[in-house]
């Protein structure tokens, strides 16, 4: 009976100590400007890095890490940021999770908005950023202008409000 005890109390013990040293391994007192990364490790893996593309029609846009296009959503706020694209809307135009494994965009433009869903949002210039699922392949541009309210951005974070392409 005394050996299951110490068996049981070591284990405990190993647990409380594990859980110690998470807890003291993150950073919890200092705060960013930079969106931390998504916590699930689905939504890790959708957010990959986000960087700039020359693009022969809008200039210089940001891109995921496939060269898709990322959009911005003129009936979104930035003043707070928050997004307003759910359900039917979300479908086609899917939120790019926050993200810190961004190039070639100033790092004082990023941020994140907490989506309704408590996932976070990767924005640039206070815009929520997006896919669209219409663009299949890197270099697509087909979300520009669409019904005249997604445009794709400049690494300044300003939208490119040049017609459809």
């Not at 986000?50 to 029609?57: A, E, N, R």
Request: glycine fraction near 8%.
């Amino acid at each position: 009976m005394k050996i299951h005890t110490r068996v049981a109390s070591a284990a405990a013990t190993m647990l409380a100590v594990a859980a110690l040293a998470t807890a003291c391994s993150s950073d919890g007192g200092s705060t960013t400007t930079a969106p931390s990364a998504p916590a699930s490790s689905d939504a890790a893996a959708a957010a990959g890095a986000v960087s700039t593309s020359s693009s022969p029609t809008l200039g210089t846009i940001i891109v995921n890490e496939a060269g898709r296009t990322l959009y911005a959503f003129d009936k979104d706020t930035t003043s707070p940021p928050m997004s307003n694209c759910y359900a039917d809307c979300a479908a086609k135009w899917p939120a790019v999770p926050a993200t810190t494994d961004v190039k070639g965009i100033d790092p004082s433009l990023l941020g994140s908005v907490t989506r309704k869903d408590g996932t976070k949002q990767l924005t640039i210039k206070n815009h929520p950023v997006y896919l669209f699922a219409g663009d299949q392949a890197a270099g697509d541009i087909k979300g520009q202008a669409v019904k005249g309210v997604w445009h794709a951005l400049t690494p300044q974070g300003t939208e490119i409000k040049t017609p459809k392409v």
